[in-house]
């Protein structure tokens, strides 16, 4: 059973229409890539699945749970809402850390608030995980005395803390040079490996060729052609998937 069902999701803003009826599935450990040119929809799709964004229409199912259905019509609480977004973790572009707090402090303070734990379990795990991404020398360090890698790596850390279903990434290596941008891939890499279920918006093809177990090409707020990385990125059917795939060739 796939461990998430994305039916005919649709979202505008004002009268621009943004998501235009998108459906995939996901399997439990899979890895799903989802390219495209900047406005077709990507983040938004994320932000929706996430529930930072009110989905106009449609269905989304985590583990067998229905967490949204537009054909219901009860008003969805704050408290639901909160609840939902325990089955995913979030990475965003530029980290989102809170400055005011060490690495250490960064993952054990939702732990902490959602009573996950005793305070000595909720600190060994986020010790645990600041190893896990190769930072375990930097637990007593603030954001603003690490490099952009390395608090990507800290926020992928804090993501996982809480014990998501399901983690995205939001172009987690957008705002980071080349030598950095391989940093938080390898720990991508390394997820994958552990069986991490993830969906992943990036623009490196290189990397989502390599890691990806489906990869959707969306554009103007459609999926446009998905399939496995060999079809969609090495193979592509469709005109719309070549020219993005050719440009991108293009200006890399």
Do not use: W
Request: charged share 25%; glycine share 6%.
């Amino acid at each position: 059973m796939a461990i998430l069902e994305v039916s005919n999701i649709k979202k505008s803003f004002g009268k621009t229409e943004v998501l235009k009826d998108i459906s995939f599935t996901l399997e439990k450990g899979d890895v799903l890539s989802i390219i495209g040119s900047s406005g077709s929809g990507k983040t938004t799709l994320l932000r929706c699945l996430n529930f930072l964004e009110t989905t106009d229409c449609g269905k989304i199912v985590a583990d067998g749970e229905v967490l949204f259905d537009s054909e219901d019509k009860t008003k969805m609480t704050d408290e639901k809402i909160r609840e939902n977004r325990l089955n995913f973790g979030l990475v965003f572009q530029n980290f989102n850390l809170f400055p005011q707090y060490t690495v250490l402090q960064n993952l054990t303070l939702a732990p902490t608030l959602l009573k996950k734990g005793d305070d000595v379990t909720i600190k060994q795990k986020a010790l645990e995980l600041i190893k896990k991404v190769g930072l375990e020398e930097k637990a007593d360090f603030y954001p603003c005395q690490l490099s952009g890698g390395q608090q990507q790596r800290v926020a992928i850390a804090r993501a996982l803390a809480l014990n998501p279903k399901i983690l995205f990434f939001d172009e987690p290596t957008s705002a980071l040079d080349p030598e950095l941008t391989m940093e938080v891939l390898n720990v991508i890499k390394g997820l994958k490996e552990s069986g991490c279920t993830m969906v992943i918006v990036t623009h490196e093809m290189a990397f989502a060729r390599d890691v990806s177990d489906k990869v959707i090409f969306m554009d103007g707020g459609v999926i446009v052609e998905q399939g496995d990385p060999e079809q969609v990125i090495n193979n592509p059917q469709n005109e719309r998937t070549k020219h993005f795939l050719n440009r991108y060739k293009e200006n890399s």
